[in-house]
């Protein structure tokens, strides 16, 4: 089976082209065309401007994504569908419904939130229907913890019993909490804002943080930022405070302190593992909680070195035995490969749908 892939949930047009064939699993393609550039000058992305370049840049993707792959028959189409910016996800799934239409074929509408999740269980394609559900076994319960600019989202995908073979039947979700105001992706951006950094904020911010192991003290660098909801009983975010506890800590300093590096790199440093103390801790005590098997990662922020490092570091100090999987970081960014995966499982669920009847929620949630 060949899956030809499209991503447009936000400002990167993406289009892959997945084989799974005699249990061997090729990426084919993965173009992604981004528009960080374009919106840098604005400190942040504007729906009608993005879709225009969606328009734009669709069919040079397509053209560059099917080159690469030599022009292989495609069997399936997956799209997008939600959540994300709409006139975005419309493009995408318009451009989708056209391609199915002239190629008659079926298309498989994806979760974007659920790509990110199943994007870490690529190389269970190569195994066939039954052994994949074997694989998955061996990983539930699982909690899944995707953070980007749009989302931050811890979510449950609980256990399920043994009887039970089918995939509609384990492949489940329970969002167990969310950000109440801005993800983490969205409070980074506006920190590098406020400091004239530029954008996306995520990773210029991790550029010029400091690694955990080589910290030091000076009056400069005593910055103390809150972890807001760290220590609350429930599982939902909130990182609007933080993005104002930097604000008035900026307002506070001199000029001369504000334009300093040293500055710079202590309060890059500081919101940084705020961020970070905040996800790791609400993350392994949802796991101690649920008694998981693996914690699975998904979303841009993810991608962050730093993050991973201290995650893994928490997870091997744990007396329990618990798997920890994030994909790739080029996978962790919005692209069409998790899409086509995501897509491929929900084709063993027999989940295609005909071209007219594909919708854009903008909302969508993971069930």
Request: with cysteine.
């Amino acid at each position: 089976m060949t899956i030809l892939a499209i991503e447009t949930s936000c400002d990167d047009t993406c289009i892959a082209i997945l084989k799974i064939e005699n249990c061997k699993l090729k990426i084919l393609s993965n173009v992604v065309s981004s528009q960080v550039k374009l919106h840098a000058k604005y400190g942040g992305i504007y729906p009608s401007l993005a879709k225009r370049e969606h328009q734009k840049n669709l069919p040079i993707v397509l053209k560059k994504a099917i080159r690469e792959a030599k022009k292989s028959k495609i069997d399936l189409i997956a799209v997008t569908v939600g959540p994300g910016l709409e006139p975005c996800l419309w493009t995408g799934v318009n451009f989708a419904k056209d391609l199915a239409k002239n190629l008659k074929l079926p298309i498989i509408p994806i979760n974007h939130i659920e790509a990110h999740i199943l994007v870490n269980f690529l190389p269970f394609l190569k195994f066939r229907g039954r052994e994949i559900w074997k694989k998955f076994v061996q990983l539930l319960p699982a909690i899944c913890l995707v953070v980007s600019g749009g989302h931050t989202q811890l979510i449950l995908m609980p256990a399920t019993p043994k009887s039970q073979v089918h995939f509609r039947d384990h492949i489940k979700y329970k969002i167990l909490g969310e950000t109440r105001d801005d993800a983490a992706g969205e409070c980074l951006d506006k920190v590098a804002r406020i400091l004239g950094l530029g954008y996306p904020g995520g990773p210029i911010i991790s550029k010029l943080a400091e690694p955990f192991s080589r910290r030091e003290v000076s009056p400069i660098r005593s910055i103390n930022l809150p972890r807001p909801m760290m220590h609350q009983k429930n599982y939902d975010f909130s990182f609007s405070g933080l993005k104002t506890a930097v604000l008035y800590n900026f307002k506070s300093k001199p000029g001369k302190i504000r334009k300093s590096t040293e500055y710079i790199q202590a309060i890059c440093t500081e919101v940084q593992q705020a961020v970070i103390d905040v996800l790791i801790s609400k993350t392994l005590r949802a796991a101690a909680e649920y008694k998981v098997k693996a914690i699975i990662l998904g979303g841009g922020v993810t991608a962050n070195e730093e993050l991973r490092k201290q995650f893994k570091s928490k997870i091997q100090s744990l007396k329990s035995e618990i798997q920890f999987l994030a994909p790739p970081k080029n996978l962790s960014t919005d692209n069409a490969v998790m899409v086509a995966a995501a897509a491929y499982f929900r084709h063993l669920q027999e989940e295609k749908k005909a071209w007219g009847n594909i919708e854009v929620n903008a909302n969508l949630r993971l069930k």
